[in-house]
T-cell receptor
């Protein structure tokens, strides 16, 4: 069954700690994305990658980092520099580029900072 | 002014009603128009996809795009309790994809 797997579903972090969210896809898609969802704000793009070993900043990249060493994997690290990290994080992939909008999403990871 | 405006609701209607959800936008470069459905604590799933202006129908769902008015709509006929979810509009073009805030919809049995 093809899809996107995000882990963990729930994560608690103390202030000052870095955490890494995992995203794996078996859809053979070239493009992958990370979004942040906050109540009343829709989805905001953090980082995206169109091919392996290349990625670009989205609208709210500060305090986050990513890597794309394999086509299937696009992990997101939330660093201690992110001032307000509590949010729902969504990973997505697509066959075509960002603007065409046909994204497949994972089930999300909810991060809470204690 | 936001590029995409969507009324967050919440919207509550009885089962069987026709539901109308709407978004407006300001960027003329948008050519791809989508509606995503998101159930509670899940990721969004693509529900309807339209390129440029016009209507598209899929079962009980109809998507309309009016580029002259910069206005898109999603209609749900014979609404069911299983349609209760948050509906997000999204618009793409000029190398960007912008999501609306989402409208929370509840269908009451």
């Amino acid at each position: 069954d093809g899809g996107i797997t995000q882990s963990p579903k729930y994560l608690f972090r103390k202030e000052g700690q870095n955490v890494t969210l995992s995203c794996e896809q078996n859809l053979n898609h070239d493009a992958m994305y990370w979004y942040r969802q906050d109540p009343g704000q829709g989805l905001r793009l953090i980082y995206y990658s169109q091919i392996v070993n290349d990625f670009q900043k989205g609208d709210i990249a500060e305090g986050y980092s990513v890597s794309r060493e394999k086509k299937e994997s696009f992990p997101l690290t939330v660093t201690s520099a992110q001032k307000n990290p509590t949010a729902f994080y969504l990973c997505a992939s697509s066959i075509t580029g960002l603007a065409t909008g046909e994204l497949f999403f994972g089930e999300g990871s909810r991060l809470t900072v204690l | 002014q936001k590029e995409v405006e969507q009324d967050p609701g919440p919207l509550s209607v009885p089962e069987g009603a026709i539901v109308s959800l709407n978004c407006t936008y300001s960027n003329s470069a948008f050519q791809y128009f989508m509606w995503y459905r998101q159930y509670s604590r899940k990721g969004p799933e693509l529900l309807m996809y339209t390129y440029s202006s016009g209507n598209k129908e899929d079962g009980r769902f109809t998507a309309q795009v009016d580029k002259s008015s910069k206005y898109i709509s999603l209609f749900i006929r014979d609404s069911q309790p299983s349609d209760s979810a948050t509906y997000l509009c999204a618009m793409g073009g000029a190398q960007k994809l912008v999501f609306g805030q989402g409208t929370r919809l509840t269908i009451n049995p």
